[in-house]
């Protein structure tokens, strides 16, 4: 395989670079470094919270700091010093934020076009006329700055706001479900973003209400040395159904930075929920250096009878992946979806799967996960199936899939089953295999070149999840797998 | 068209091709024949750019270019199909999928417009439909499932669309019943033409029959041992390869 070796030299070469490796210049309104109870003060002050919250995000800090970092994960993380990165950062504005586009500091939308968003997002970003109804509330370096459609989604009385003004506008709303689904105390990782976090997004759908676009943000890390603390939550009334986008990439950096999100989904009787990720942020150079430490917790609550929540992730950014989107199914009926695709190259590491906890009767999940590991990576999956001792009639179907490019990559899958009811019908399959020389060979021959024969295998690889993607991400999602597997044949 | 020059190829250090030399013009039907390990399918690789098989010496020409200083999809670009003996199933990706993108690479590699999805579903429903594949075949995953005949007749449909001006078919006959054999025969022939060539690789007579060449090769032990006319299949299969080249 010599010829293989000396073509991804020629690509690294050609193609080392971050594609989406780039610094925008916007001034940012600092906190102090480090992390302490005026931080935290700071913080809420900075986005006029209500006393409650203020309490609640302290509360979660002098709970976070009896908490230790969860061991357990197949990670090797480097020891991460909080008190050295700034928790706010805000793009400058004056007043208290843009009011339209026209206010939105134009560099931003630069950033945006840089990205490589499909234009037919950059022109719902820009308002433009006939553009697709697919609303974007941009979120740059912690406050959202722009949010589109927010007139038409009002006429069907969907709620999409940052949250900061959710809590501000809908106090009830947030009250209610904050923390219902991921508690304060969850882990360590969530009780930090329950303290600090600084902005993110709300989403309500009233009862009967399907939300007539798919709703999508964009997240992006920019200032240096920020944390980012993401904060979502979305909740579908009874019989209302929302689809869901969320998609990142991360300007080059050369110091770690840390990212710890926590989404918290919640659908009541008969509502849908449908969550899509595609995940790119800068997985760190070729020896691991810089990148982005992911430590995301996502979790649906089924709290109504058939219900549903459905996670599709396609995971390629990142030096560390430590996230588990996860679905407690308490509602009688309510069915949980996990669908991913993490693909780890280079020096990265992921260990991600989901876990779906069946409290309800007649309770189904299914989870289909296609592990790709290239260079000298490490992905594992891992997951859960736990079946409660009230929940007859309980359904379960896990298929885990790996993929090895070259011989220096590690696949492992790791599944838990824990059923305390023995009615439980519970199926778990995997598979492990390697990119064959015979499937290259056969796309080169008949002209693909290997970054395109790459692209062709493993998108085949894994259709199943890629065919759960809204039509918006799905043709972004299949470049972007040819785009972080580029030079791993071997 | 291709002109072979003393070619030497190994594979893990053995020596398979021990100084082959061949003259393909366009327009010609070339039979090359010959028994089990005689290095017919290593030629066929060797043409294709495989990886592994390693040229030791010798010289490849092909329309004026040489040949083993492009990579694989180049030769693909160029004009250089290779029909394969074993085709590879690719889960996932449905044979139009695959078409698709291949053909588009190729237009993209000649300085050619690409096709958009209407003209290509039409050129593809026609040469399908040329081969008796149905449009349900076209839309299952490359060569998933698909018996040895009908993987076969995938590669004829897939060089049908792609329209070589080399195509090497590496025993293609192999494995088909005689209705299967005619169709591809069928697919073959109707790639003849002034400005192409074919390179049939054969181990039986009885392919040549349907698609008849106008040389015949015997290889034996990595060389060309016998060439002549249509004639000298019937003679071989008539006395057998160790009587031919004795």
């Given amino acids: 395989m010599a010829a293989t070796a000396e073509t991804r030299e020629q690509v690294d070469e050609a193609t080392g670079d971050y594609k989406y490796g780039f610094v925008t210049e916007i001034e940012s309104d600092f906190a102090p470094k480090g992390l302490n109870e005026d931080i935290v003060r700071f913080i809420s002050e900075k986005k006029g919270e209500p006393q409650w919250m203020l309490d609640w995000r302290l509360k979660a800090y002098r709970a976070w700091l009896k908490m230790t970092e969860p061991q357990w994960a197949m990670l090797d993380i480097p020891p991460i010093d909080y008190q050295d990165a700034y928790y706010y950062a805000a793009p400058k504005q004056q007043g208290d934020g843009p009011k339209s586009l026209d206010e939105v500091d134009p560099e931003l939308l630069r950033t945006y076009e840089k990205l490589g968003i499909p234009l037919e997002e950059q022109k719902v970003l820009a308002g433009v006329e006939g553009a697709p109804k697919v609303a974007v509330d941009a979120v740059f370096d912690s406050v959202s700055v722009a949010t589109t459609f927010r007139a038409e989604l009002e006429k069907a009385g969907v709620i999409f706001m940052s949250i900061s003004e959710a809590i501000r506008e809908y106090p009830d709303l947030v009250r209610k479900y904050l923390g219902s689904v991921v508690p304060i105390r969850d882990n360590f990782f969530a009780c930090l973003n329950s303290a600090v976090f600084s902005d993110g997004t709300f989403v309500y759908i009233p009862e009967g209400v399907r939300c007539p676009m798919e709703l999508s943000t964009y997240f992006r890390i920019n200032a240096e040395n920020t944390g980012q603390f993401e904060r979502t939550l979305i909740v579908a009334d009874a019989g209302s159904y929302v689809s869901y986008l969320e998609g990142c990439t991360a300007p080059q950096r050369d110091e770690n930075q840390l990212h710890a999100a926590v989404v918290e989904l919640v659908a009541l009787d008969d509502a849908e929920i449908k969550y899509s990720t595609v995940q790119n942020w800068y997985p760190g150079d070729k020896d691991g250096k810089g990148g982005i430490y992911n430590f995301v917790t996502k979790r649906g609550l089924c709290k109504g009878k058939r219900s549903k929540i459905s996670w599709t992730q396609v995971e390629t950014g990142s030096a560390i992946t430590w996230k588990y989107p996860s679905c407690v199914l308490q509602g009688d009926e309510s069915v949980g979806e996990f669908y991913s695709v993490a693909v780890t190259n280079n020096r990265q590491q992921a260990d991600t799967g989901t876990k779906m906890i069946h409290q309800g009767r007649n309770t189904r999940s299914r989870i289909i996960s296609k592990g790709i590991s290239a260079g000298r990576s490490n992905n594992t999956y891992r997951g859960l199936v736990r079946v409660q001792a009230g929940a007859s009639g309980v359904r379960n179907f896990t298929q885990c899939d790996s993929l090895l490019m070259g011989d220096q990559c590690g696949a492992h899958t790791v599944p838990y089953i824990e059923s305390r009811n023995p009615g439980a019908q519970i199926e778990h399959e995997a598979t492990t295999s390697k990119i064959s020389e015979d499937q290259m060979f056969y796309c080169l021959q008949r002209g693909l070149d290997e970054e395109a024969a790459v692209e062709m295998v493993v998108n085949g690889f894994a259709k199943e999840v890629m065919q759960q993607l809204p039509m918006e991400f799905a043709v972004e999602a299949q470049k972007l797998l040819g785009i972080s597997l580029e030079g791993s044949v071997g | ?246």
């Fill in chain 2, 1 to 246: 068209m291709l002109k072979i020059d003393d070619l030497h190829v190994s594979v893990d250090g053995t020596e398979i091709i021990k100084g082959l030399s061949l003259e393909v013009k366009p327009g010609e039907v070339h039979a090359i024949m010959g028994p089990n390990g005689a290095g017919k399918s290593t030629l066929a690789s060797t043409l294709a750019g495989r990886d592994a098989y390693e040229v030791t010496a010798g010289s490849v020409h092909y329309a004026g270019k040489d040949l083993l200083a492009l990579a694989p999809h180049e030769r693909a670009g160029e004009g250089i199909f290779l029909g394969f003996q074993y085709p590879v199933e690719i889960p996932g990706v449905s044979n139009l999928n695959f078409l698709r993108t291949a053909l588009n690479a190729q237009r993209r590699y000649r300085g050619e417009p690409e096709l958009n999805g209407a003209d290509f579903m039409k050129l593809a429903k026609d040469k399908a439909k040329d081969l008796e594949m149905s449009l349900d075949m076209l839309k299952r995953f490359v060569n998933v499932g698909f018996s040895g005949g009908e993987k076969k007749r995938n590669e004829m449909v897939q060089m049908a669309v792609l329209d070589p001006k080399l195509a090497i078919l590496d025993e293609t006959d192999s494995g088909l019943d005689i209705d299967a054999l005619k169709t591809v025969s069928q697919g073959i022939n109707a790639l003849r033409g002034s400005d192409r060539a074919i390179l049939l690789i054969t181990h039986y007579q009885r392919l040549l029959d349907y698609v008849v060449p106008d040389h015949v090769h015997v290889l034996a032990d990595g060389r060309i041992v016998r060439s002549g006319g249509k004639d000298l299949a019937h003679e071989l299969e008539a006395q057998g390869y160790a009587a031919a080249v004795a």
